[in-house]
């Protein structure tokens, strides 16, 4: 009988590091279509941001933006991102499913990118030094934001 090993178990990420790999991630999606003419690379790489953002926003309001509120007594900061969260919804909605075949489609997923880069700075500057001087158990939170991403990503698979 054979032996079997076990995996070794993976590093949890904390919260922060995890949301911070998934900014990085659309970021350098975003570079990515500025820098394509292909309508086909184009509606592809879309889709991979609107999935990559629609999955972060829901483990953010789910799982990171209870704790953070919180831990932090916070009434702004995250009123604020869920308020930016809604804006990126509503251009989400708009582009899945046309084709990108005229200015509208370009202008639209600028401006999303433009406002993901708007959010991203204020929870990196703002929110995430506040939370890291937190008492919040950042590997837990992080372990758990992780299992729910791989849950939403398996269900868009």
Do not use: W
């Not at 708009?94 to 700075?121: F, R, S, T, W």
């Amino acid at each position: 009988m054979a032996i079997k090993t076990l995996p070794k178990p993976k590093t949890a990420k904390d919260a922060i590091a995890l949301l911070k790999a998934d900014h990085a991630k659309v970021s350098a999606l975003f570079a990515d279509y500025e820098r394509t003419r292909s309508p086909a690379k184009k509606k592809k790489l879309v889709a991979e941001i609107c999935s990559e953002l629609s999955v972060h926003a829901q483990i953010e309001e789910e799982i990171f933006y209870p704790d953070v509120k919180a831990v932090l007594m916070d009434t702004i900061l995250v009123p604020e991102a869920t308020v930016e969260h809604a804006g990126v919804k509503d251009l989400i909605a708009q582009l899945e499913g046309i084709e990108p075949d005229g200015e509208m489609y370009d202008a639209k997923v600028n401006v999303l990118g433009e406002y993901v880069k708007h959010h991203v700075k204020e929870e990196q500057n703002e929110m995430f030094p506040q939370v890291r001087a937190s008492s919040l158990d950042l590997v837990a939170l992080g372990a758990r934001m992780a299992e729910r991403k791989g849950e939403l990503l398996a269900l868009r698979a």
